[in-house]
């Protein structure tokens, strides 16, 4: 190898750290997501019961860590040389006629996660027992971002790529899947009291 | 995603160019940027060519002034020339202007001499070597200022690297599109938003048949080589435009020809060249993007990246999706004219 | 329970750093090592049937494992599967 190689490579590189930032937030963001999918459901089941507070904010911290990998995985790009998108390309979907279809998906799937999700510190003003009915779309939302993955993703075909993802995205399924199944054949809604905003029930006996 | 193609070519750089695009971009419709990408073409023909007494770069090769204006373009190309040489060690030298009208002046026989007849009566084959004069180290641009700084008589030839360089603008005009292919005299550079793959094909200098076929969404490609137009000097000997700069006579070293692919056309320009002169040993070290070698005796080699890890080699075992996002890096890219 | 909440918290920040830097370091070899899937891909044949005739020296140290030759006599435009049509890279 000549030394001169490594300075072209060096030079090949350096222009598109911000693509690779982009990708690299966007592969975090989505096993965080994944991840707090899962512990989301695992929340309302049956499991871990006696962990739910630790639950809260394990669900709660990697939201918080989704959504902000996501606006790194958006705002870098605009950075990127190569591509130079404006601030509309990377914010409203379905803008371009030559944008992909994957990338509005995604583009989707960030807005309402960040609706869904932000929108709990503001739940006592929308009505906890609405928020939470809502708040579940936030899973659909992941799944939109899981396609958007899938069907854009530069590192789609990648085996690292595919392995990382199916080893937080499987047991999200697994657990959506679940969750459907019962929520189909449950369909009163009073087992869910644990989440709510604090209402102390009044007790006969102090 | 993309609409129907629009394809153009037509002459220029004393070869033959040619614009595939398909869609609308910031250029506007692919109809607006095919004649856009022709209209420039045509003017940077006549602004750089080599032959033209009255061009830009004519010009600039004759001024005895030390320190000259030049304008955003040419002080890119001026740069390129400066960057080809060093990133070559040498072996792309584009500062033998003068030793390129010798070679080419020494007889008045021009009759095209075909590449097998050429090799057989070519001297025995050798890796070329950089001047020692190393001329390009001398240059100095100063792009801000608009201005370059060279010994007078210091003349720059524009052949594969402006050629390498003009794709790569263009390229950046067009980054918009969904996807395009320039062909800049054999220099390509292709991309587009869509990521379309889009079959490159490599001939071979005998025959003209296909050797090898890429399909890439995004990159630049470059070939470099003897075949292309072969005489005899005065002498007797086989010449052609490829010099040895050590030597400053036309090289034979045991490559007849090689494609390189990289990021930007420009690089993948250099990179053929250094493959072609470095000769059979060193070339494919040049090629670290990949590409195709051509050996005298007509057999080929493509060089792919080399599998780095057991998971990227299982990784490129799944077959791409047309369509799915594939992206490329690419070197800085050049000012705008 | 607030201590458990920081530690938890703390450990989740440390996880979506983690996870950034290996993959950006992931990707950032791949682009550089010219590696990167992205960068040359020789397409699996999805073409028809075409003579295949292999005149290629390749070591087995250095083809990669999607190298394929293939020999024919260059047609006219040539679309691939996705539509875009061919282009023919020549000595400039």
């Known amino acids: 190898m000549h030394a001169n190689d490594v300075s072209i490579l060096a030079t090949a590189v350096g222009p598109h750290l911000f693509w690779i930032t982009s990708r690299a937030a966007g592969i975090a963001a989505l096993v965080l997501a994944s991840l707090s999918v899962c512990v989301g459901l695992l929340m309302g089941g049956r499991l871990l019961r006696a962990h739910r507070p630790d639950l809260r904010v394990a669900h709660e911290a990697l939201s918080l860590a989704t959504l902000a990998a996501l606006v790194v995985h958006g705002l870098t790009l605009l950075g990127d040389g190569y591509l130079h998108p404006s601030l509309g390309d990377i914010a409203v979907p379905f803008l371009s006629g ?10 989707v799937a ?6 869904l999700g932000l929108s709990y510190y503001a739940r006592s003003r929308i009505g906890v027992q609405r928020w939470r009915k809502l708040h579940r779309f936030a899973a659909l939302a992941w799944i939109l971002g899981l396609a958007h993955s899938l069907g854009e993703g530069t590192d789609a075909g990648q085996a690292w790529f595919l392995a990382m993802i ?18 189909a054949s449950v369909s009163a809604p009073s087992s869910r009291a644990a989440d709510q905003a604090p209402v102390r029930q009044p007790s006969i006996a102090q | 995603m993309s609409g129907a193609e629009i394809i153009e070519d037509f002459d220029c750089f004393g070869s033959r160019c040619s614009a595939v695009i398909s869609g609308a971009g910031e250029v506007g419709s692919a109809q607006d940027a095919v004649a856009f990408v022709k209209r420039k073409l045509l003017g940077w023909h006549t602004r750089f060519s080599r032959f033209m007494a009255d061009s830009e770069l004519s010009r600039l090769n004759r001024d005895p002034r030390e320190i000259v204006p030049v304008s955003p373009l040419m002080a890119r190309f001026a740069q390129a020339v400066r960057e080809a040489g060093s990133l070559s060690g040498g072996l792309v030298d584009a500062t033998l202007v003068r030793e390129i009208e010798t070679a080419g002046y020494d007889g008045d026989l021009r009759d095209s001499l075909a590449l097998a007849s050429a090799l057989a009566l070519a001297p025995a084959r050798r890796p070329a070597s950089a001047a020692p004069a190393r001329r390009w180290q001398q240059l100095e641009v100063d792009r801000a200022a608009g201005m370059l700084v060279r010994p007078a008589g210091l003349q720059l030839d524009s052949g594969g690297l402006a050629k390498g360089l003009f794709a790569d603008v263009l390229g950046d005009a067009l980054a918009t599109h969904p996807s395009f292919a320039i062909n800049c005299a054999g220099d390509l550079l292709v991309g587009g938003v869509a990521r379309t793959m889009r079959p490159i094909r490599v001939q071979s200098p005998f025959d003209g048949r296909t050797l090898h076929t890429f399909e890439l969404a995004r990159t630049g490609v470059a ?22 700069p050590a030597s400053g006579r036309p090289a034979f070293t045991g490559i007849v020809q090689a494609t390189a692919l990289a990021p930007s056309a420009l690089e993948a320009e250099i990179r053929a060249k250094a493959a072609v002169l470095s ?3 060193s070339a494919p070290g040049w090629l670290t993007h990949g590409g195709v070698i051509v050996f005298d005796d007509g057999s080929h080699r493509v060089i792919g990246p ?6 990227a080699e299982l990784a490129r075992h799944t077959r791409p999706r047309p369509g799915s996002a594939q992206t490329i890096a690419r070197a800085a890219g050049p000012a705008a004219a | 329970m607030r201590r458990r909440a920081r530690r938890i918290r703390r450990a989740v920040v440390g996880l979506a750093v983690a996870l950034f830097a290996a993959t950006f370091l992931v990707v950032y070899v791949q682009l550089a090592s010219g590696h ?5 891909a020789n397409a699996a044949k999805r073409r028809a049937a075409s003579p295949s005739v292999t005149s290629t020296e390749a070591s087995a140290a250095e083809s990669s494992t999607a190298t394929s030759t293939r020999s024919e006599a260059s047609t006219g435009s ?3 599967s996705s539509g875009a049509s061919a282009v023919t890279t020549s000595q400039s």
């Open chain 1, 110 to 115: 960030f807005w309402a996660l960040l609706v």
């Open chain 2, 279 to 281: 000769g059979p040993h």
């Open chain 3, 36 to 40: 990167d899937p992205a960068l040359v």
């Open chain 1, 166 to 183: 199916a080893i937080v995205a499987v047991p999200a399924l697994g657990l959506l899947l679940a969750r459907l199944r019962r929520g």
């Open chain 1, 98 to 107: 030559y944008k992909t279809f994957w990338t509005s998906l995604g583009i």
């Open chain 2, 223 to 244: 070939t470099s080589g003897i075949g292309r137009r072969s005489w005899l000097d005065r002498g007797g000997a086989p010449a052609h435009h490829l010099l040895d």
């Open chain 2, 306 to 311: 080399a599998p780095v890890v057991t998971l």
């Open chain 3, 78 to 80: 040539e679309e691939s």
